[in-house]
């Protein structure tokens, strides 16, 4: 059972948005930035956001995160068929333990 | 470039105990700041991380697998090596090294090897 919480699946078509939330407590997200990660059917998850917001190099800027308290989301804007993966928010505990979330299914329809 | 593999046994039976070794190129633990973890995931389910060690041999485990594991360094090899004992058919997963990265006192698992699917079985 993770910790952190995120939806099963999300969906929409080519073009469109979506966001995938992540909800913990004061003791991880509210205590720690968060990451994002996609992981394309068969891979390794690569990493998309970190610090909350930021965007490694390479990373496209239809892919936002936000924080707040003890949230977090993802949104991916212009929604292409090569964004059709597993995401996961991850976040370090006041325990310095790494916690992922239970993943989200993006289906582009 | 920066690389990553994991390599072991692809099954164990249960009991026994688990030897993965995670191979790496294009950085070192001379290097301060340096890290290294291990992240499993089970097929079909989410991530779970394990264990990591740093370049001054500081190490941390998941406190629900303490009591399994331990993570090693060679430096001059560039292995990471960790081990987990008393092996259950619930340990069945895909099993990860990344290394860590700190940006701006950010840490995050900034590059990963492929994985190696480790299936615990009689």
């Known amino acids: 059972q993770s910790v952190l919480t995120q939806p099963p699946s999300v969906s929409a078509a080519p073009g469109q948005n979506v966001t995938i939330s992540c909800s913990g407590s004061s003791s991880d997200i509210g205590s720690n930035y968060v990451s994002w990660y996609q992981q394309l059917p068969g891979t390794a998850p690569r990493l998309v956001i970190y610090g909350d917001y930021k965007r490694p190099s390479g990373i496209p800027d239809r892919f936002s995160g936000s924080k707040s308290g003890t949230s977090a989301t993802l949104a991916i804007t212009g929604l292409q068929t090569g964004d059709e993966a597993d995401y996961y928010c991850?976040?370090?505990?006041?325990?310095?333990?790494?916690?992922f979330g239970g993943g989200t299914k993006v289906t582009v329809l | 470039q920066i690389t990553l593999k994991e390599s072991g046994p692809t099954l164990v039976k249960p009991t026994q105990t688990l030897t993965l070794t995670c191979t790496f190129s294009?950085?070192?633990?001379?290097?301060?700041?340096?890290?290294v973890a291990w992240i499993r995931q089970p097929p079909g389910e989410a991530l779970e991380w394990l264990a990591l060690?740093?370049?001054?041999?500081?190490?941390r485990y998941s406190p629900s697998l303490k009591s399994r594991l331990t993570i090693t360094k060679d430096t001059a090899k560039n292995h990471v090596v960790l081990t987990m004992t008393n092996m259950d058919p619930v340990d069945t997963a895909t099993y990860f090294c990344?290394?860590?990265?700190?940006?701006?006192?950010?840490?995050?698992?900034?590059?990963w090897g492929q994985g190696t699917l480790v299936t615990v079985s009689s």
């Open positions: 991850g976040t370090w505990d006041t325990s310095l333990s790494a916690q």
């Open positions: 060690i740093y370049w001054n041999d500081n190490k």
């Open positions: 294009g950085f070192s633990f001379s290097t301060s700041g340096v890290g």
């Open positions: 990344a290394r860590l990265v700190s940006v701006a006192g950010v840490v995050v698992f900034a590059y």
